[in-house]
C-alpha cells in the first residue's frame, strides 16, 4: 500500500523538511528490501516559486533536486481546510493524503489582540528597535511574537536568537534608568539548507552554493548549537533539590518552597487532604459493589470485601516502581498492567487493589494534575480488568512512583502457576522483549523515537484476554515476564515443573531496536544481575554466538505473558492471541525432558539442531564479571534528521 506524504509550505522549512522525510523512510525501506515506490511525496505552494526567500539561483537548484526525487510541487494552492483524509484549497480543489504536515510561515496568536499592546499588519507586538511596545514602553518583546516596525524582516529563527542579548541589555538599562541601545538586524544570513542524503545548499543574499561539505558544516553548526542546551550548560555548585515539577510551577512556586527549609517525613509527607479529595471526586475510579462492603465511598481507615465463596480461593500480590517516563497517564497504564499481570498469569480475577502513589512535591495544582493523570491512566487498566480500587496511600517525594496491592479471586482447581509444564508442550510468549534495553538507551539519549513508542505500545496493552486465551487452550503453566528477564522467569518455570526446555532463539519476539541497543553496549541496569541465571542454560557457548542472547536476560516491564500450551492447541492458540490484539506471539519453545533434577534447564537451538557443548559446573561457571560480551559495530545514525 502507498502511503502519500503531503506537505504544506514550500518555504525553505517545507521543502528542507519534505527532502529529510523521504530520504530517511526510504532509507528504512531499503534496510527491509521493500520498494521505493511505496513513498510519494507533494509539496503544496500557494505561490508561483518555492522558496520565496531565497534568489532564483538557490530556486533554480531545488526545484532540479525536488524533479529527480519525483517530489511533486502543486503551485498556486492555497490551502483553507483540512480533514482527515483531504487538504482542500480556496477554489476548492481536493488533495488526498495518507499523512500530512504542516509547515508554513508564523501566524500570530489570537489572544495578542486581547493584550491592548499595539500590533503590525500581521498581527505581530509592533516594537521600536530597543525591542519596546510602541504604546506601552515598560512592555518589551522579541523574537517571532514581534515585529520591529522600523527594520521589517521574516520571521526567521537567525533574527529571533540575536534579539535575545539586546533585550537583556535593554533591561538591565531600564533598570539603571540609562539610555537604552536601538537593534538593527543583519540585512542579510547565510541559510544551509540540507536536502536529507548529506548534501546541502547556501543562500545568502544573490549568492548560492552547493555540495556534500556545506552538509558537514551545517552538522558541525547545528550539533554546536545543541550542545549548548546540553553539555555546554554551566555546571551548578550545589544539585537543585527542588523537583521539575515545581520549577515548570513558576517563581511563585518557587517562593512559596522556599519558605520549607526542609520536606517533612512519615505522615508529615503525605499529600494533602484537599487535593486528594479533588483528584478522587474527578477521577471516576472502577468500583464492584458486588464484592466491596466498604471502598473510596466511605471515609473508612479500611476497605471492607466480601470473603470468597468456599471453592474458590484468594490471590494476592503487589507491584511498585519510580516512573521511567515523563508522560504521567501512561506511566499509569504501565504501572497498573505491571501490577496486574501475575494475576492475569494465573487467569485469577482481578477484584480490588490499592494504590501507593509517590507524587514530587509543588504547589497544590501542579501535584493534583500529575496525581489525577497518573490515577486516571492506572483507572483504565483497572476497569479493562473489572479490577475495583478501593483506597491506597498518597504521599510527596523526589520522583514519581506508583504501585499496586491487587487482591484476586480464582477457581482452586483452575488456577495456573509455573509448575505444571508437560513433556511436548509448547512455549508461547505473547509479546516481544528488550524493554529494558530500550528506556536504558533512551536514558542515554541512543534510543530512536519509534522505538520507544513501539514499547510503550505494548507495555499499555493489558495480559487480561491473553490470560483468558491461554486458559481456553488447555494452558498448563504460566507466568508474566517481568523483571528477571525471559530467562530468568522460564528457568523459574522449569525448576517448579522439574522439566527442561528447548529454547528457539530465532523464534524469540524482539521489539524493535532491542538488538541495536544491546548490539552497542546498553543494557539495563538489572542486567548483570540477571546474568548469573546463565548457567541454567547447557549449551551457553551456543547461545553466545546468538544476537538475542543478551536479550534472554533483559528485564521487562509490563511484559507479555509465558505460558506452556498443549502442541495440538498451539496454532489455534497462536491465531487466537493475533486477534486479541498480541500480534508478535511466538512458540519459542518446547519442553523436552520431565523429573529434571540439577542447575542445567534450558538448551538453546536457533531452529536447527543445535550442537550440544559440555557446560561447567554452578561453581566452574564464570562469574558476571567474566561473562563474555557481545560486540557490533556502532548504530548508523542519519545525520540529516539529527541536524
Same mark, same amino acid.
Given at each position: /500500500?502507498?502511503?502519500?506524504? *503531503?506537505?504544506?509550505?514550500?518555504?525553505?522549512?517545507?521543502?528542507?523538511?519534505?527532502?529529510?522525510?523521504?530520504?530517511?523512510?526510504?532509507?528504512? #525501506?531499503?534496510?527491509?528490501?521493500?520498494?521505493? @515506490?511505496?513513498?510519494?511525496?507533494?509539496?503544496?505552494?500557494?505561490?508561483?516559486?518555492?522558496?520565496?526567500?531565497?534568489?532564483?539561483?538557490?530556486?533554480?537548484?531545488?526545484?532540479? +533536486?525536488?524533479?529527480?526525487?519525483? +517530489?511533486?510541487?502543486?503551485?498556486?494552492?492555497?490551502? &483553507?481546510?483540512?480533514?482527515?483524509?483531504?487538504?482542500?484549497?480556496?477554489?476548492?480543489?481536493?488533495?488526498?493524503?495518507?499523512?500530512?504536515?504542516?509547515?508554513?510561515?508564523?501566524? !500570530?496568536?489570537?489572544?495578542?489582540?486581547?493584550?491592548?499592546?499595539?500590533?503590525?499588519?500581521?498581527?505581530?507586538?509592533?516594537?521600536?528597535?530597543?525591542?519596546?511596545?510602541?504604546?506601552?514602553?515598560?512592555?518589551?518583546?522579541?523574537?517571532?511574537?514581534?515585529?520591529?516596525?522600523?527594520?521589517?524582516?521574516?520571521?526567521?529563527?537567525?533574527?529571533?536568537?540575536?534579539?535575545?542579548?539586546? /533585550?537583556?541589555?535593554?533591561?538591565?538599562?531600564?533598570?539603571?534608568?540609562?539610555?537604552?541601545?536601538?537593534?538593527?538586524?543583519?540585512?542579510?544570513?547565510?541559510?544551509?539548507?540540507?536536502?536529507?542524503?548529506?548534501?546541502?545548499?547556501?543562500?545568502?543574499?544573490?549568492?548560492?552554493?552547493?555540495?556534500?561539505?556545506?552538509?558537514?558544516?551545517?552538522? #558541525?553548526?547545528?550539533?554546536?548549537?545543541?550542545?549548548?542546551?546540553?553539555?555546554?550548560?554551566?555546571?551548578?555548585?550545589?544539585?537543585?533539590?527542588?523537583?521539575?515539577?515545581?520549577?515548570?510551577?513558576?517563581?511563585?512556586?518557587?517562593?512559596?518552597?522556599?519558605? $520549607?527549609?526542609?520536606?517533612?517525613?512519615?505522615?508529615?509527607?503525605?499529600?494533602?487532604?484537599?487535593?486528594?479529595?479533588?483528584? /478522587?471526586?474527578?477521577?471516576?475510579?472502577?468500583?464492584?459493589?458486588?464484592?466491596?462492603?466498604?471502598?473510596?465511598?466511605?471515609?473508612?481507615?479500611?476497605?471492607?470485601?466480601?470473603?470468597?465463596?468456599?471453592?474458590?480461593?484468594?490471590?494476592?500480590?503487589?507491584?511498585?516502581?519510580?516512573?521511567?517516563?515523563?508522560?504521567?497517564?501512561?506511566?499509569?497504564?504501565?504501572?497498573?498492567?505491571?501490577?496486574?499481570?501475575?494475576?492475569?498469569?494465573?487467569?485469577?480475577?482481578? =477484584?480490588?487493589?490499592?494504590?501507593?502513589? &509517590?507524587?514530587?512535591?509543588?504547589?497544590?495544582?501542579?501535584?493534583?494534575?500529575?496525581?489525577?493523570?497518573?490515577?486516571?491512566?492506572?483507572?483504565? $487498566?483497572?476497569?479493562?480488568?473489572?479490577?475495583? #480500587?478501593?483506597?491506597?496511600?498518597?504521599?510527596?517525594?523526589?520522583?514519581?512512583?506508583?504501585?499496586?496491592?491487587?487482591?484476586?479471586?480464582?477457581?482452586?482447581?483452575?488456577?495456573?502457576?509455573?509448575?505444571?509444564?508437560?513433556?511436548?508442550?509448547?512455549? +508461547?510468549?505473547?509479546? !516481544?522483549?528488550?524493554?529494558?534495553?530500550?528506556?536504558?538507551?533512551?536514558?542515554?539519549?541512543?534510543?530512536?523515537?519509534?522505538?520507544?513508542?513501539?514499547?510503550?505500545?505494548?507495555?499499555?496493552?493489558?495480559?487480561?484476554?491473553?490470560?483468558?486465551?491461554?486458559?481456553?487452550?488447555?494452558?498448563?503453566?504460566?507466568?508474566?515476564?517481568?523483571?528477571?528477564?525471559?530467562?530468568?522467569?522460564?528457568?523459574?518455570?522449569?525448576?517448579?515443573?522439574?522439566?527442561?526446555?528447548?529454547?528457539? /532463539?530465532?523464534? *524469540?519476539?524482539?521489539?524493535?531496536?532491542?538488538?541495536?541497543?544491546?548490539?552497542?553496549?546498553?543494557?539495563?541496569?538489572?542486567?548483570?544481575?540477571?546474568?548469573?541465571?546463565?548457567?541454567?542454560? @547447557?549449551?551457553?557457548?551456543?547461545?553466545?554466538?546468538?544476537?538475542?542472547?543478551?536479550?534472554?536476560?533483559?528485564? =521487562?516491564?509490563?511484559?507479555?505473558?509465558?505460558?506452556?500450551?498443549?502442541?495440538?492447541?498451539?496454532?489455534?492458540? +497462536?491465531?487466537?492471541?493475533?486477534?486479541?490484539?498480541?500480534?508478535?506471539?511466538?512458540?519459542?519453545?518446547?519442553? $523436552?525432558?520431565?523429573?529434571?533434577?540439577?542447575?542445567?534447564?534450558?538448551?538453546?537451538?536457533?531452529?536447527?539442531?543445535?550442537?550440544?557443548?559440555?557446560?561447567?559446573? $554452578?561453581?566452574?561457571?564464570?562469574?558476571?564479571?567474566?561473562?563474555?560480551?557481545?560486540?557490533?559495530?556502532?548504530?548508523?545514525?542519519?545525520?540529516?534528521?539529527?541536524?
Amino acid at each position: /500500500m502507498t502511503t502519500r506524504f *503531503v506537505v504544506v509550505g514550500a518555504g525553505a522549512g517545507g521543502i528542507e523538511l519534505t527532502l529529510a522525510m523521504q530520504a530517511r523512510l526510504q532509507k528504512e #525501506l531499503d534496510a527491509v528490501g521493500k520498494a521505493r @515506490s511505496l513513498l510519494q511525496f507533494q509539496v503544496l505552494n500557494r505561490g508561483p516559486h518555492i522558496m520565496p526567500q531565497h534568489n532564483a539561483e538557490v530556486r533554480a537548484i531545488f526545484d532540479k +533536486i525536488l524533479s529527480e526525487r519525483s +517530489i511533486e510541487v502543486l503551485h498556486g494552492f492555497e490551502a &483553507v481546510d483540512v480533514t482527515e483524509s483531504e487538504v482542500i484549497s480556496g477554489d476548492e480543489r481536493r488533495v488526498p493524503f495518507t499523512e500530512c504536515i504542516w509547515c508554513t510561515q508564523a501566524s !500570530p496568536q489570537a489572544w495578542l489582540s486581547e493584550t491592548g499592546l499595539a500590533l503590525d499588519k500581521y498581527g505581530f507586538i509592533a516594537v521600536h528597535p530597543t525591542l519596546q511596545s510602541t504604546n506601552s514602553p515598560d512592555i518589551f518583546a522579541c523574537g517571532d511574537v514581534a515585529a520591529v516596525l522600523e527594520h521589517p524582516r521574516p520571521k526567521a529563527g537567525v533574527f529571533a536568537v540575536r534579539q535575545g542579548a539586546p /533585550m537583556a541589555e535593554n533591561l538591565r538599562r531600564m533598570i539603571y534608568e540609562r539610555p537604552l541601545v536601538p537593534f538593527t538586524p543583519q540585512l542579510l544570513f547565510l541559510g544551509i539548507i540540507g536536502t536529507g542524503d548529506e548534501y546541502a545548499v547556501a543562500s545568502k543574499g544573490p549568492l548560492a552554493m552547493e555540495g556534500s561539505w556545506l552538509w558537514e558544516m551545517k552538522d #558541525l553548526i547545528d550539533r554546536k548549537w545543541m550542545w549548548q542546551y546540553s553539555g555546554g550548560l554551566p555546571i551548578m555548585e550545589h544539585e537543585d533539590e527542588v523537583p521539575r515539577v515545581a520549577h515548570a510551577a513558576g517563581p511563585d512556586a518557587l517562593a512559596a518552597l522556599s519558605e $520549607v527549609s526542609m520536606r517533612c517525613g512519615g505522615c508529615g509527607a503525605k499529600v494533602g487532604a484537599t487535593v486528594l479529595s479533588r483528584v /478522587m471526586a474527578k477521577l471516576d475510579a472502577p468500583r464492584r459493589d458486588d464484592i466491596t462492603l466498604v471502598g473510596l465511598d466511605a471515609p473508612d481507615d479500611c476497605a471492607v470485601i466480601k470473603p470468597c465463596p468456599p471453592d474458590m480461593v484468594s490471590v494476592h500480590t503487589v507491584d511498585f516502581f519510580r516512573a521511567f517516563i515523563s508522560d504521567a497517564y501512561i506511566f499509569g497504564k504501565v504501572a497498573a498492567n505491571h501490577a496486574l499481570s501475575d494475576v492475569h498469569a494465573m487467569c485469577a480475577d482481578a =477484584q480490588t487493589a490499592l494504590a501507593i502513589a &509517590v507524587v514530587p512535591y509543588g504547589i497544590e495544582s501542579k501535584v493534583e494534575d500529575t496525581l489525577y493523570q497518573m490515577m486516571a491512566g492506572a483507572c483504565e $487498566v483497572l476497569r479493562e480488568s473489572n479490577c475495583a #480500587l478501593v483506597g491506597g496511600h498518597t504521599c510527596e517525594g523526589q520522583e514519581l512512583s506508583l504501585g499496586f496491592c491487587v487482591n484476586g479471586v480464582a477457581d482452586a482447581t483452575q488456577v495456573l502457576s509455573k509448575g505444571g509444564m508437560r513433556k511436548g508442550d509448547l512455549l +508461547i510468549l505473547t509479546k !516481544p522483549i528488550g524493554t529494558g534495553t530500550l528506556f536504558a538507551a533512551d536514558m542515554r539519549g541512543q534510543a530512536v523515537g519509534r522505538w520507544i513508542a513501539g514499547a510503550l505500545e505494548g507495555m499499555q496493552k493489558s495480559n487480561y484476554t491473553g490470560g483468558l486465551v491461554l486458559r481456553e487452550h488447555g494452558a498448563t503453566s504460566c507466568t508474566d515476564v517481568t523483571g528477571f528477564g525471559l530467562l530468568g522467569h522460564l528457568v523459574e518455570m522449569c525448576k517448579a515443573s522439574q522439566t527442561s526446555v528447548d529454547l528457539n /532463539m530465532d523464534a *524469540v519476539p524482539l521489539l524493535e531496536g532491542a538488538a541495536e541497543c544491546v548490539a552497542n553496549g546498553v543494557f539495563s541496569s538489572l542486567q548483570p544481575a540477571n546474568l548469573r541465571l546463565k548457567r541454567g542454560i @547447557s549449551n551457553e557457548a551456543v547461545a553466545l554466538n546468538h544476537p538475542t542472547y543478551p536479550l534472554l536476560f533483559d528485564p =521487562q516491564t509490563a511484559g507479555g505473558l509465558l505460558a506452556s500450551v498443549p502442541a495440538a492447541n498451539a496454532e489455534q492458540c +497462536i491465531e487466537k492471541l493475533a486477534s486479541a490484539g498480541y500480534p508478535k506471539s511466538q512458540v519459542i519453545g518446547k519442553v $523436552v525432558d520431565d523429573g529434571v533434577s540439577g542447575p542445567l534447564f534450558v538448551k538453546c537451538s536457533t531452529g536447527t539442531d543445535a550442537v550440544e557443548v559440555d557446560m561447567p559446573s $554452578v561453581e566452574e561457571a564464570p562469574s558476571v564479571e567474566e561473562a563474555p560480551s557481545v560486540e557490533a559495530p556502532p548504530l548508523e545514525v542519519n545525520s540529516s534528521v539529527e541536524s
